[in-house]
């Protein structure tokens, strides 16, 4: 059942990328990892649009890993049209994030984010960090009822 648990991040740094998904598989996370590289692109996933139009609309990801600082529509323009569609406004979204801006916190939980965590700087830090957040997100939280 845990391996059904999907993780979507939504990142445009595609080192920030592969430090996210190394730090995964190196806690055996068996899950899969969708990943959408714009905020336009992690929309359309969700809401099964445009190149995800297949895809099937009840196969929600368990957690949303999303950057702020995004291409096409910024991570809280995303967060804003998740938490207006009923079918995912009570999706755990985490902002992953760079960005040390107040307004940036501040706005995220107004918005209706599960969390916010800054990127640590340092790899090992990161790796650390993504690994916590996939063993919470996948294994321990109990999401809400589908």
Not at 24 to 51: K, P, Q, S
Not at 72 to 91: D, K, M, N, Y
Not at 114 to 127: D, I, Q
Request: glycine share 4%; proline share 6%; hydrophobic share 45%.
């Amino acid at each position: 059942m845990m391996r059904d648990r999907r993780l979507l991040l939504v990142e445009d740094d595609v080192q920030d990328e592969r430090l996210t998904l190394r730090a995964l598989a190196r806690i055996h996370v068996a899950n899969a990892i969708d990943v959408a590289h714009d905020g336009a692109e992690a929309l359309d996933y969700l809401f099964c649009r445009g190149t995800h139009a297949g895809r099937d609309p009840a196969a929600l990801p368990a957690v949303v890993l999303l950057d702020l600082k995004l291409p096409r529509l910024s991570g809280l323009e995303v967060l804003e049209q998740i938490r207006a569609e009923p079918r995912t406004r009570h999706l755990p979204v985490v902002i992953l994030t760079s960005s040390d801006d107040q307004n940036d916190l501040l706005n995220s939980y107004d918005l209706g984010v599960n969390s916010y965590v800054r990127k640590p700087l340092e790899a090992g830090e990161f790796t650390r960090a993504v690994a916590d957040l996939g063993l919470y997100w996948l294994v321990l939280n109990e999401p809400p009822p589908r």
